[in-house]
């Protein structure tokens, strides 16, 4: 808060933000776009920026891994129960 008050102060046309934010720091992002509105923001992810992104599609990925392997241990033609999902 104080960050975007003292930005604020200078009374920039618009801010530019480059990446790397601080592996995995939300609190930069989330400061970052409360200045949404108040003035033209532009910000441009870094690699270790990426790299969260790429842990949070990983344990998505997982997700659906092991969602796709216990719909195939079904019996053929069984269908799904309630709550579980299966590849057709």
Known sequence: ???????LAL???AALFVGDYDN???DIPRT???LHG???VASIMGNHDAWYLSKL?????MALDSASSSASSLAPGAQPRLGE???F
Not at 1 to 7: I, R, T, V
């Open 57 to 61: 599609i990983a344990r998505e990925r």
């Open 1 to 7: 808060e104080g960050d975007n008050a003292a930005l």
């Open 32 to 34: 970052i776009a409360k």
């Open 24 to 26: 995995e720091a939300a």
């Open 85 to 87: 999902s299966a590849e």
């Open 11 to 13: 009374v920039p046309d």
């Open 38 to 40: 108040a003035l033209p």
